[in-house]
């Protein structure tokens, strides 16, 4: 049973261009979360989604970032105009299910804002 | 709502010490506990995770956890610290109701190993 996939596994952006994130859950995983950890801090959560649905995107900023699970395909977080402080390292997690379940982590996204 | 500590951004145990990691949270509610390990530019490996069973639980690599309610602790333990445990530890909290299960991380301890 293949991990949580995400790609790309780094990305560089120059301010103002657009930056898409992709996570596919492991198999049969229908809950997924996206987190971001800034250099030398923990992990805070942005947004949690199940397939078609965002459940709870109280983590996530307000503007230029928004998040899709898709029917068919990957969860996408996706920033626009991305500035330096975008900088950072992106990590999905899934689950099979809510209460008390481990989330399992992908390897990562991390992006470079130029 | 919920917030979880960890006592000590960086740990240095010699090769063969005990090896203590903090973690004390809050929870409104019951928790659902977890340890994460983080190696270089890779992402989180679950550890070990308490869910209101024993309230010692046994992970991978030797590690080990007890959860103490009357201490709001979820201290990590490992006997005899090896080379390749220097990582990154984080605790982290589960929010326990039906909206989801987000984890709350905090902010991590970077345990390092010296021959």
């Known amino acids: 049973n293949a991990g949580v996939m995400q790609n790309p596994r780094h990305l560089v952006r ?10 596919s859950p492991m198999k049969g995983h229908s809950h997924v979360y996206w987190y971001r950890q800034l250099p030398e801090e923990g992990l805070k959560f942005m947004v949690y989604l199940q397939k078609e649905n965002i459940i709870d995107e109280s983590g996530m ?7 899709e699970f898709p029917k ?3 969860s996408i977080l996706r920033i626009q105009q991305v500035v330096r402080g975008d900088s950072a390292a992106y990590f999905c997690a899934s689950s099979p299910r809510t209460l008390g379940y481990e989330q399992y982590f992908g390897p990562g996204t991390r992006l470079t804002v130029t | 709502a919920q917030s979880v500590t960890q006592l000590g951004s960086h740990v240095s145990v010699s090769e063969g010490a005990l090896v203590l990691l903090r973690c004390n949270y809050s929870s409104s509610v019951p928790p659902y506990l977890f340890w994460y390990v983080q190696y270089p530019n ?3 490996q679950l550890l070990l995770k308490y869910t209101s069973a024993a309230t010692l639980v046994k992970g991978i690599n030797g590690f080990e956890a007890e959860f103490k ?3 709001t602790s979820f201290h990590l333990t490992k006997p005899s ?8 530890y984080f605790c982290a ?7 989801g299960n987000m984890l709350t991380f905090g902010g991590g301890t970077r345990l390092m190993v010296k021959p």
């Open chain 1, 14 to 23: 120059r301010r103002g261009q657009e930056a898409r994130l992709r996570c």
């Open chain 1, 61 to 67: 900023p307000k503007e230029r970032f928004s998040a």
């Open chain 1, 72 to 74: 068919e395909g990957p």
């Open chain 2, 42 to 44: 890779q992402g989180l």
């Open chain 2, 69 to 71: 309610k009357s201490e």
């Open chain 2, 81 to 88: 610290a090896h080379m390749s445990d220097a990582a990154e």
């Open chain 2, 93 to 99: 909290v589960n929010k326990n109701n039906n909206a």
